[in-house]
């Protein structure tokens, strides 16, 4: 079991910036890889942002340029930095650690990120 704690969200005007957490805690040593997703007002889930245990990473092509993930393997933390942001960034983030053998899914509650116009 993995469990995963969001922070960071909040309300910000387009073009500022904001920075998610997500600490992770359990059977982290077994996660392959770590990821942001978000939902926005009647959309379906979207995939933001991964990166693997071995630093490799991908974007949505939403994000790319003004979003970036990074982890910290001392605090078993991945954050999301977002600059630049958009009304339509507007959604609920959701931080994920995934696992291939067996495959496995682990989701944080969820942080809301609301940008205004």
């Known amino acids: 079991q993995v469990q995963l704690v969001e922070s960071g969200g909040g309300l910000v005007q387009a073009g500022g910036s904001l920075r998610l957490s997500c600490a992770a805690s359990?059977?982290?040593?077994?996660?392959?890889?770590m990821g942001w997703y978000r939902q926005g007002p009647g959309k379906q889930r979207e995939l933001v942002a991964t990166?693997?245990?071995?630093?490799?990473?991908v974007y949505a092509d939403s994000v790319k340029g003004r979003f970036t993930i990074s982890r910290d393997n001392a605090k078993n933390t991945v954050y999301l930095q977002m600059n630049i942001l958009k009304p339509e960034d507007t959604a609920v983030y959701s931080c994920?650690?995934?696992?291939?053998?067996?495959?496995?899914?682990?989701w944080g509650q969820g942080t809301q990120v609301t940008v205004s116009s």
């Open positions: 994920a650690a995934g696992i291939f053998s067996p495959p496995s899914r682990y």
């Open positions: 359990g059977s982290i040593f077994s996660v392959n890889f």
């Open positions: 990166i693997t245990s071995g630093g490799s990473t």
